[in-house]
């Protein structure tokens, strides 16, 4: 025969005291206040609110309780119970949390550290000038035309009034191609795609031709035998002189802001009228010309930088391409890519351009800029 | 062109307070183009000035050379304190008397003998610094305490002269007495401001002092003297005989000067005028000759009259005719030369330099002037033809007004006459000045062409100031240019005439609307896409020259029937070692790895997209005229003989593509990389590109991959043969590739579809194959792909083995394989199913499945 079993067997129990439940629950929030780490908060658990805990033991006495006690005693053991959960909840939340901070500390890297991207590419800065020029034109509503770097002679110096006796078409100035006198050359400029365009495009025209061009020069640290230009043509009824002043103003507030742009007169057989175009200096706006004090590099204290050549397209140019120059006017102009890098971003020889070396190409950084 | 203000100003009525700079801006408003202004005779400073030669002493020294004890009155105002030692020992120093009283001389030692008592000499003060930094202080020379020195011409900058110091003639330019104690170089008017200007070919006019004030009056609105004052004669033939023979000369004007003294000096003035204009005193005449070329622009000649045999002569040059001209060449003529001959035969090539057998000697006394017109183009041709350009060629190639002829060929003589002697005996009058073109055109339209409100009167007024003969009929104008204006010739020249004096500055800005654009073509996005995402991908862009050679072609190893031999040549090669275009990208680029890699650059990815050039024969391209739009069989025969040029894309990687690091070791560059350069081209452009083994030039030939768009060779890529590789000196290892982009590009079609995407699970089955070492990823993947059928959505290879187990020659390769259905979740069955499949279709290229 087995003794009575103290935790299952009914028996003659005191009714819950006040004092004895608060000790309880104070008991167990300051086990579980102590608790740091989630094994601690585990152990103070089962103490304190687990099936043997005091407080499990003191629940299961109340059933025993008379009904009048049974339901007061009921009540607060409730309210204790909640309260307690609360607190295991709320501190289980706060133990969680330091242990994930702490792990988290645990993992920091050296941020600084170099990481294996791609090796560092670029494209030259010469092709990055050239497409953001030509997509200010593009922008308005032009089209981009390119053409042959080997062409006829036709199309580089005829068409375009340069006459057979034009020094230019001497060999000290254009290359040509062998045999002699067939009649092709490396073009001296785009201007044989100004062509092609009003040969091939739908009246009007509004294009711009960015490319290779090539002279007979010396190499050197100003100058190169191979080169780029950007040319624009317009042909279209009703065009003026002042059309292209205000075109070339506008590419060059696109270019360099807030500047204005000078013509001076020269010459050019394909085109007349024909200018020089300067451009107003975007660094010092003038304000160096004739103050010794705030020299300006970029335009050496004139105020201006030479930048291209424009003017009216000679109407013997159209009459060539089979336009008629009574109905038809038009614009034309052009300037060097890498006279326009020398001055925009400092690029202070020409051979830099040609050579290939890596460190100039990645200079500038998201392109041309 | 250069030209002194001074001079510009003799005939152009500048303000006084104009500077050099000034005048130059007003010159540019004109249309010339000011290179530089430069002031001359300015880089002295301190106490220069004129002084009077009172006597001297002559002092032979130890050295041999003998110098002059001088006293010279400087003027009072820059009288030493103390006397100077006298010039005779024992003798006295007499004070000099001034207005405010006695003053002495100052004693100076003087190299030079070429001066004289009473002689005006130029006197550098002590306190005065010279050009060069050479500062003049008393100092103790040859015994004598010397306070000053007389100068020569090149130690005042003035010119090269140092034959003895500058005596000045007896008044200055404008027969005014010299001030004592003055300053020396404003008295002399030598300081003064030099203009250096290119001309344009438009502008020949403008290669004279005369063209010069003309455009500086009208630019500045003062008034102009023409120095070209006579009308020319009617034809006659008083003077030395001349016959006129070919259209190239329609005036000839010869003017026969007697007496001239030919021991006669060229005064300073117009040594120091020629001096800043460039050219080099040699002798009275040819200095007269110069200066009214410079002045006049009109070339001119003069001929020892006693050395011409019979009439002069213009005419074409005969078959094997020789000419020894004035620079000592013996030249042989061309047929279409144009020389001026006479009873010997050429004594001349017209417009651009006379012959040795006649030039003037220093016994001349009879003088035969020329002053001609020539056509330009001939002597443009002659010029090239013997690569001779004169002073003369370069103004007729731009036409030289032929209303000067007459009147320079005076100024000649009459300067000859008044600084050397002599006189105009007789002249000749040969043809006539020419008749200018005329043109009509609209008075409105300078107006309409420059966009900018110009009033009639105000185009009547500007052409009339230029020298143009306007007859105004209201709505149109007629119109004929001056003589010298040979560039007014169509309607447009006169509306940029008027722009030019109306001023481009009031030039309003107007954008133009142009009509709507397609943009960028697709060829052209695809281009830069491509740039752009093989730049992000770690290469990097350069831009090299497409010269090419035999070596090149060679050293990469090409066999004589290779394609890329059917290159283009150059007549004109900037360098006889390149002579050709390049067929191909690759050597440049290696040109270009090889400079980074020496200046220590290891690791390169570079890449270009450049043409490059296959010759179409050599069949010469048409030149149709310009005064209509060509026929298309013309612009079709132009286009055939153009050589192909197609754009490329070339890349060279070599040494680590990642450097080592913290991370781990490096991993080398080579064939990996250019075959992902290939397939990310063809995924940036859109294309599905195939990689084939293939053997080509200069490729290795285990490692190069024919690169296959839509069953069409684009180009290749892979490791470089070793022997290129050494032949190039590059790094070991080294890979490239090329391709056509154009090509490349053109296999891009459509818009494209997209897919609906499955939200069905995946099913994953591995396989692993055994095949025969020749057999490849590709052969194997499409083997499964073509078998697995439709519910097959990726094969991707993820492991190589060879060894135990697998038969030596043979490799096992390890395929994930994921399935996937549009409409359903896939049973085991049919996995299995398909996988079965896949497999059995991989043995078509003798793959087995390898054995657990």
Not at chain 1, 127 to 137: E, H, N, P, W, Y
Not at chain 1, 167 to 191: K, M, N, W, Y
Not at chain 1, 208 to 226: L, N, Q, S, W
Not at chain 2, 245 to 271: I, K, N, Y
């Amino acid at each position: 025969m087995s003794g009575p079993n103290d935790n299952y067997d009914p028996k003659q129990v005191a009714a819950l005291s006040a004092e004895a439940l608060e000790a309880m629950v104070a008991d167990a929030e300051a086990a579980f206040a102590a608790a740091t780490t989630t094994a601690d908060l585990k152990a103070a658990r089962l103490a304190h609110v687990g099936e043997k805990s005091p407080i499990a033991l003191a629940n299961r006495e109340i059933g025993a309780l008379p009904p009048a006690a049974r339901k007061d005693a009921g009540q607060r053991m409730g309210r204790a119970r909640g309260q307690l959960n609360a607190a295991l909840a709320a501190r289980q939340a706060d133990v969680e949390s330091a242990e994930l901070e702490a792990a988290l500390a645990s993992e920091s890297v050296d941020v600084t550290l170099p990481v294996a991207l791609a090796p560092e590419g670029a494209i030259h800065p010469i092709t990055g000038l050239m497409d953001l020029m030509s997509d200010v034109f593009v922008a308005m509503g032009w089209e981009v035309a390119e053409g042959p770097e080997v062409e006829a002679e036709w199309l580089n110096f005829d068409a375009l009034n340069i006459g057979r006796d034009h020094p230019a078409r001497g060999e000290s100035d254009t290359i040509f191609v062998a045999p002699a006198g067939v009649h092709r050359v490396l073009r001296t400029h785009t201007s044989p795609v100004q062509i092609r365009s009003l040969l091939e495009r739908p009246l009007p025209v509004y294009v711009v031709c960015p490319g290779t061009v090539y002279r007979a020069d010396e190499f050197d640290a100003t100058h190169v035998p191979v080169f780029h230009q950007i040319e624009g043509l317009v042909v279209d009824k009703g065009i003026t002189m002042a059309h292209l002043k205000g075109t070339l103003d506008h590419l060059a507030q696109a270019m360099f802001g807030d500047v204005r742009t000078r013509f001076r007169p020269n010459y050019f057989p394909f085109t007349e009228p024909s200018a020089e175009m300067d451009l107003e200096c975007f660094v010092c706006h003038g304000a160096s010309v004739g103050n010794p004090d705030a020299p300006c590099r970029t335009c050496r204290s004139e105020g201006w930088i030479e930048w291209g050549g424009c003017g009216v397209v000679n109407p013997r140019v159209l009459t060539a391409a089979g336009i008629d120059p009574e109905e038809y006017t038009g614009f034309a102009f052009g300037m060097g890519i890498e006279r326009t890098l020398m001055f925009r971003n400092n690029a202070a020889d020409m051979r830099d351009m040609v050579e290939g070396d890596v460190r100039f190409s990645r200079a500038l950084k998201g392109e041309a800029r | 062109m250069r030209a002194t203000k001074s001079w510009i100003a003799e005939y152009a009525a500048l303000p006084d307070d104009l500077s050099g700079r000034d005048l130059g801006e007003a010159l540019v408003r004109a249309g010339l183009e000011v290179e530089s202004v430069e002031t001359i005779g300015g880089d002295v400073s301190g106490p220069v000035v004129i002084g009077r030669v009172l006597g001297f002493v002559e002092e032979p020294q130890k050295n041999g050379k003998v110098i002059r004890w001088c006293h010279v009155d400087a003027g009072a105002q820059h009288a030493p304190q103390d006397a100077p030692a006298p010039l005779e020992r024992g003798g006295i120093t007499a004070p000099l008397q001034g207005e405010d009283g006695p003053y002495w001389p100052r004693g100076i030692v003087c190299g030079a003998s070429n001066f004289n008592p009473e002689d005006r000499v130029v006197v550098a003060l002590p306190g005065s610094e010279l050009p060069g930094g050479f500062a003049i202080a008393s100092r103790k020379t040859y015994g004598h305490m010397s306070d000053g020195m007389i100068c020569a011409e090149d130690e005042l900058g003035l010119g090269s002269d140092h034959q003895g110091i500058i005596v000045l003639p007896s008044t200055d330019a404008e027969g005014v007495a010299w001030t004592i104690g003055a300053g020396a170089l404003d008295a002399m008017g030598v300081v003064d401001d030099v203009l250096e200007m290119p001309i344009t070919s438009d502008m020949g006019y403008c290669l004279s002092v005369r063209g010069l004030a003309r455009e500086a009056a009208q630019s500045l609105d003062v008034a102009f003297t023409d120095v070209v004052s006579l009308p020319t004669p009617a034809a006659h033939a008083d003077g030395y005989p001349v016959r006129l023979e070919t259209p190239a000369s329609g005036l000839f004007v010869a003017l026969t000067v007697e007496g001239f003294d030919p021991s006669a000096a060229t005064p300073d003035w117009m040594r120091q005028r020629l001096t800043a204009a460039g050219m080099r005193s040699l002798s009275l005449s040819i200095d007269v000759s110069n200066y009214v070329m410079l002045e006049t622009g009109q070339p001119n000649h003069c001929y020892d009259a006693d050395a011409l045999r019979g009439p002069l002569v213009v005419r074409t040059a005969a078959a094997g005719e020789h000419l020894v001209t004035l620079d000592d060449v013996d030249r042989t003529l061309d047929l279409a030369d144009v020389v001026i001959a006479d009873d010997r035969g050429p004594i001349g090539l017209a417009g651009i330099m006379g012959g040795q057998d006649t030039e003037l000697r220093d016994t001349t006394t009879r003088i035969v002037i020329e002053a001609a017109h020539f056509d330009p183009v001939t002597v443009a041709r002659s010029s090239r033809r013997h690569k001779l350009s004169s002073e003369a060629s370069r103004r007729f190639e731009r036409w030289v007004d032929p209303g000067a002829a007459y009147s320079a060929a005076r100024r000649v003589a009459d300067l000859l006459i008044e600084l050397g002697g002599g006189a105009l005996v007789a002249e000749t009058v040969a043809g006539a000045v020419p008749t200018m073109p005329t043109q009509r055109i609209e008075v409105g339209l300078p107006e309409r062409v420059l966009g900018m409100p110009i009033p009639a009167t105000t185009v009547v007024e500007v052409l009339r100031r230029s020298g143009v003969e306007v007859t105004d009929e209201g709505a149109a104008l007629t119109l004929v240019p001056p003589t010298w204006r040979f560039d007014l010739v169509d309607a447009y020249d006169y509306v940029e005439e008027v722009g030019i004096k109306v001023g481009f500055d009031h030039l309003p800005s107007v954008v133009p609307p142009a009509p709507v654009g397609g943009g960028l073509t697709r060829e052209q996005m695809a281009r830069r896409a491509l740039l752009r995402a093989l730049a992000a991908a770690g290469f990097v862009e350069v831009l090299t020259f497409p010269w090419a050679s035999e070596a090149d072609l060679d050293a990469l190893g090409l066999d004589a029937s290779d394609e890329r031999r059917a290159t283009v040549r150059l007549v004109n090669p900037l360098a006889d070692t390149a002579p050709l275009l390049r067929t191909s990208l690759l050597p440049g680029l290696f040109g270009a790895a090889q400079r980074n890699a020496s200046r220590g650059v290891d690791d390169i990815a570079l890449m270009e997209i450049g043409r490059v050039f296959f010759t179409s024969g050599d069949a010469a391209s048409p030149e149709p005229g310009v005064s209509e739009r060509p026929s298309d069989a013309v612009l079709d025969e132009i286009a055939a003989t153009l050589p192909q040029q197609p754009r490329h894309l070339g890349a060279v990687v070599a040494g680590a593509w990642r450097p080592a690091g913290w991370q781990g070791p490096a991993e080398p560059a080579g064939w990996q990389q250019v075959f992902g350069l290939a397939e990310l081209a063809a995924r940036t452009v859109g294309v599905s590109l195939e990689r084939r083994p293939a053997t080509r030039a200069p490729w290795h030939p285990g490692r190069c991959a024919a690169l296959v768009v839509d069953g069409q060779v684009v180009g290749y890529a892979g490791e470089l043969h070793p022997a290129v590789i050494k032949a190039f000196s590059l790094p070991a290892r080294t890979a490239a590739l090329e391709l056509d982009v154009d090509a490349l590009i053109a296999g891009v079609g459509g818009p494209g579809s997209l897919p609906l995407v499955s939200g069905h699970p995946v099913a994953k089955e591995d396989i692993a194959l055994v095949v025969d070492e020749a057999v490849t990823a590709a052969q194997v993947e499409s083997a499964i792909t073509a078998g697995a059928g439709e519910l097959l959505e990726s094969a991707t290879l993820f492991d190589i083995y060879r060894g135990v187990p697998v038969p030596a020659g043979k490799k096992s390769m390890a395929f994930a394989l994921r399935f996937r259905a549009q409409d359903r979740t896939l049973t085991a069955e049919e996995v299995a199913l398909a996988r079965e499949a896949a497999i059995t279709a991989a043995g078509q290229v003798g793959a087995t499945l390898r054995a657990e």
